[in-house]
């Protein structure tokens, strides 16, 4: 990694909640289960975490998002991680105000890449992530928009693969030219594929031990754009996010790359 790597992230942040237990018998009087609450864990979610992933690895990096909290609260059996229930609220938050954005794009160029994670819970507009793309060379999204000409100065997009199937139906000419080597579409176990104007280069993972796929998809951001800046060479990069995101989803509830998993990915792919 460059020295003293510098990155911005932009997007929707939330309060991942998990609360633990067990579930032993039904309710009598509805069909659902009884559910006994153990202990709880809370983390910073959504863009919070793609933040909290660069803390882990070492990045500098600055976090803009909403000031409101969003919780989701997930309930889950302890023994077989089974969630029965996840409630989300509020579902919505405010607008990145125009002062707000425009004092970030002020000082935009100085930071070395520029993660956006739209949660699409409100907090950036189409237009919004336009304006950041305009504004620096090295914009990384990750929307649950439709993709569009909105964001088509951005540098890489990456949707999984739902989005992706959302998108192509809906955008005519998703396969186009203006998309090569920009659109990356993950698949959970099977890895992810990113679009050429030949067609898709697929990129396959080993089948792992899934425990929990919540984050998974922040710590590929963040691990494919720390990556790239540091060899600029994005078929390296993804091949590292696709590594780092299979040990993540080997921990329990939303986890961050660390320092030694760091150590052992660099050791496989080297």
Same mark, same amino acid.
Request: hydrophobic residues 40%.
């Given at each position: 990694m460059p020295k003293n790597m510098k990155a911005l992230i932009v997007g929707d942040s939330c309060n991942d909640k998990f609360t633990y237990g067990s579930a032993e018998r039904l309710c009598p009087d509805v069909p659902a289960p009884v559910f006994s609450p153990l202990f709880t864990s809370e983390s910073s979610g959504m863009a919070g975490n793609v933040y909290n992933n660069f803390k882990a690895i070492g990045a500098s990096c600055e976090l803009v998002t909403n000031e409101e909290e969003i919780t989701k609260h997930r309930y889950v059996d302890s023994k077989t991680n089974h969630t029965f229930l996840r409630v989300d609220s509020p579902l919505t938050c405010e607008r990145i105000s125009e002062e707000r954005l425009s004092s970030v794009l002020s000082y935009i160029d100085k930071f070395d890449a520029v993660a956006v994670s739209d949660y699409g819970k409100?907090?950036?507009?189409?237009?919004?992530?336009?304006? !950041?793309?305009?504004?620096?060379?090295? *914009?990384?999204?990750?929307?649950?928009?439709? !993709?569009?000409?909105?964001?088509?100065? *951005?540098?890489?997009?990456?949707?999984n693969t739902p989005e992706f199937e959302a998108t192509r139906e809906s955008i005519e000419g998703i396969n186009s030219k203006k998309w090569a080597n920009k659109l990356i579409v993950t698949r959970g176990g099977l890895g992810c594929m990113m679009w050429k104007e030949t067609g898709f280069n697929y990129y396959p993972t080993k089948k792992v031990d899934v425990f929990d796929l919540s984050g998974a998809g922040d710590t590929f951001l963040c691990c494919l754009m720390y990556d790239y800046i540091k060899s600029n060479d994005i078929n390296s990069a993804i091949e590292f996010a696709n590594e780092c995101s299979s040990f993540v989803v080997q921990k329990k509830g939303v986890s961050t790359i660390t320092k030694k998993d760091l150590l052992c990915i660099n050791t496989k792919l080297n």
């Open positions: 409100g907090f950036l507009l189409e237009e919004d992530i336009r304006k !950041i793309c305009e504004s620096h060379d090295k *914009v990384f999204l990750d929307t649950k928009k439709t !993709i569009g000409d909105w964001c088509k100065d *951005v540098a890489f997009i990456k949707i």
